[in-house]
């Protein structure tokens, strides 16, 4: 196992969680970020202190800030920087990149210029034959460098590629399952931060277990019906890649999105919530490009676009509330 090699771009809480994870299991592993004085740091503490504190990194555990560095480490890059540069970062990249790469990402969210998932990124940047895989499902990073139970979904429409990866990361406390459904998969990891933020606001305004249940019931048919549109298939979205991450991510603290609408159901305003949290909140932007989304393909997702109209049209979050309470009655199904 110790002459495989992986190069992750992104010193964040879940890009060192995963480094971690794959030196642990004897993996040449290459951390990359772009700030120099947070790598400067990382290599001198040999731990991510500002993200993941007391957990050392393994001896098989680097560290750069230097793109050409990646290049020369592996052929295969995973990426766990924020959606809104993943774009920039790949386009930075592949100047240092020979023909022979394999791009792997663990990135949730779409394009911000066009609303595009991030597997047509990939596409456009390289090509369509580029060997590329997503890594998603219910993961908080601090439990994974605790080594604690979790199991994930990579998905990939190359059988090996997703194979290979599975041997870099699959453990005895980090289960993996296997895909051919990319679109499936992006779209329930990008969708399921706008329902946490949702959740996070009906909390935050004091409502009950009763209602989280039904946002995020509720919610799983917006990421169903905008995924199935998309070309992912259904199945997918009861699996952990999308009814795992969602639930996950509305109902515990340790998402960001989720401790964001909380600050908002309290009264906070949208710069004082995302201050207090520090980190990057991808629901912000992926209600954004999602309304867009759904507004472009006519798909009916409510809690989406009262999520949309508080974070940019200044709507009250009681009243985004009151308003999906208010709706017309339905049938329930996930076509309706």
Known sequence: ???KKIAI????????????LAARNGCQTLLWGHNPDHIAALAQDRQNKRYLP?????ANLTVTHDLADVAAFSNVILVCVPSHVFKTTLIELKPYLSSE????????????DDGSLLHEIVAKIFTTKTPSAILSGPTFAHEVAANLPTAITIASVQPSFA????????S??????????VVGVEVGGAVK???AIAAGIADGLGYGANTRAALITRGLNEIIRLGVALGGKQETFMGLAGLGDLILTCTDNQSRNRRFGLALGQGKDIATAT???GQEIEGISAARETFLLAMKLAIDMPITEQTYKVLYEGLAPRTAVQNLLGREQKAESTST
């Open 1 to 3: 196992m110790i002459n």
């Open 9 to 20: 771009l992104g010193a964040g809480s879940w890009g060192t969680a995963l480094a971690l």
């Open 54 to 58: 007391d957990h050392p990194f393994p």
């Open 101 to 112: 790469i394999k791009i792997a990402w663990a990135s949730k969210g779409f394009n911000p």
């Open 163 to 170: 194979k290979q990866l599975s041997g870099i990361f699959h």
């Open 172 to 181: 005895g406390h980090f289960r993996i399952y296997t895909s051919s459904d």
């Open 193 to 195: 931060n706008v329902l």
């Open 275 to 277: 201050q207090e949290i």
